[in-house]
């Protein structure tokens, strides 16, 4: 069992950074590939980024690939999400979550999902 606590989302203006940090509780945490995604009400939920155990690969949507940063510190048990230029599109509830089998984009391949930390961006 992996518990998911995410942090760092507000309310920012359209231009400024933000970094999404996820702590992950267990021992384990670099058995798991980590996802972000992202959700507005109303719409599905979005797959935004992904980084393998070991942080050797990572994957972006095609929105965010030149502003968003995935990294991890598995002596920290903590997926990061440094967000760039943001724009009031990348106002959502974000959530991570932990894939026990593979560094996917699809979130029913993860296992364990986080609570949501809002991201709001005025313009």
């Known amino acids: 069992q992996v518990q998911l606590v995410e942090s760092g989302g507000g309310l920012v203006q359209a231009g400024d950074s933000l970094r999404l940090s996820c702590a992950a509780s267990?021992?384990?945490?670099?058995?798991?590939?980590m996802g972000w995604f992202r959700q507005v009400p109303g719409k599905e939920r979005e797959f935004v980024a992904a980084?393998?155990?070991?942080?050797?690969?990572?994957y972006y949507l095609d929105s965010v690939k030149d502003r968003f940063t995935v990294s991890r510190d598995n002596a920290k048990n903590t997926v990061y999400l440094q967000m760039d230029t943001l724009t009031p599109e990348d106002t959502a509830v974000y959530y991570c979550a932990a894939s026990s089998s593979h560094t996917s984009t699809t979130g029913s391949d993860y296992d364990y999902w986080g609570q949501g930390t809002q991201v709001t961006v005025s313009s």
């Open positions: 267990g021992r384990t945490f670099d058995s798991y590939a």
């Open positions: 980084i393998s155990r070991h942080a050797i690969n990572t």
